[in-house]
């Protein structure tokens, strides 16, 4: 799935599918701790943090580096249980980076290695033959197409861990089952009280 892009637009657009608890909680992971958290789910929250994903997929595939906005403020999320503070893009579980990876090369780099390679046996037609005086030269190139590997799936996600709301940003957050050291929202960076 490729979509249509306007001449000289080098953005592309994604629409993918990707696994909640019942409880419409996406699974976060700690970079520094490790441990595993849940924060409920916002589309825009998302955004923000598969952009620089994808970002970073595309600079291991060799695209340049985008300007980015400097008016823009970086968001950030906060560990509930070692308080670190990262960007959203960071705290994506390392399944979940596997599947975005997985569905960028099935969904678009496969699909324009194998535009590309078409092209060029085109440009060759079956058999290029020239012949003139002593030299001869015949070049054969054929591409097959590649197919392509399944869709990647996301998910199931487990109903697990404790879901813990926050009087200071009137969100929710699922934390581990018996985990009472709670000190600092996700969200906004506020100090917490558990009773």
């Given at each position: 799935?490729i979509?249509?892009?306007?001449?000289?637009?080098e953005?592309?657009?994604?629409?993918?599918?990707?696994?909640?608890?019942?409880?419409q909680?996406?699974?976060?992971?700690?970079?520094?701790?490790?441990?595993?958290?849940?924060l409920?789910?916002?589309?825009?929250?998302?955004?923000?943090?598969?952009?620089?994903?994808?970002?970073?997929?595309?600079?291991?595939?060799?695209?340049?580096?985008s300007?980015?906005?400097?008016?823009?403020?970086?968001?950030y999320?906060?560990?509930?249980?070692?308080?670190?503070r990262?960007?959203?893009?960071?705290?994506?579980t390392s399944?979940f980076?596997?599947?975005?990876?997985?569905?960028?090369?099935?969904?678009?780099?496969?699909?324009?290695?194998?535009?590309?390679?078409?092209?060029?046996a085109?440009?060759?037609?079956?058999?290029?033959?020239?012949s003139g005086?002593l030299?001869?030269l015949?070049?054969?190139?054929?591409h097959?197409?590649?197919?392509?590997?399944?869709?990647?799936?996301?998910?199931?996600?487990?109903?697990?861990?404790?879901i813990?709301?926050?009087?200071?940003c009137g969100k929710?957050?699922?934390?581990?089952?018996?985990?009472?050291?709670?000190?600092r929202?996700?969200?906004?960076?506020?100090?917490?009280?558990?009773?």
């Amino acid at each position: 799935m490729i979509p249509d892009q306007p001449e000289g637009d080098e953005s592309v657009r994604f629409s993918l599918t990707f696994s909640t608890d019942s409880d419409q909680f996406f699974r976060r992971c700690c970079p520094s701790c490790g441990r595993d958290f849940k924060l409920e789910v916002d589309e825009a929250d998302l955004v923000t943090s598969l952009q620089p994903a994808f970002r970073r997929m595309g600079l291991e595939i060799g695209a340049e580096p985008s300007a980015e906005n400097p008016a823009a403020e970086p968001q950030y999320l906060y560990c509930p249980y070692c308080e670190h503070r990262a960007e959203p893009s960071e705290t994506l579980t390392s399944t979940f980076e596997e599947y975005l990876k997985r569905y960028a090369m099935r969904e678009y780099l496969l699909p324009k290695v194998n535009a590309m390679l078409s092209g060029f046996a085109d440009s060759f037609g079956r058999n290029s033959r020239r012949s003139g005086g002593l030299i001869s030269l015949e070049i054969n190139f054929e591409h097959e197409k590649a197919i392509l590997p399944p869709r990647p799936i996301s998910g199931p996600e487990p109903p697990d861990m404790t879901i813990v709301e926050l009087l200071c940003c009137g969100k929710r957050v699922k934390i581990m089952d018996n985990w009472y050291g709670l000190k600092r929202c996700p969200y906004c960076g506020t100090d917490v009280a558990l009773c």
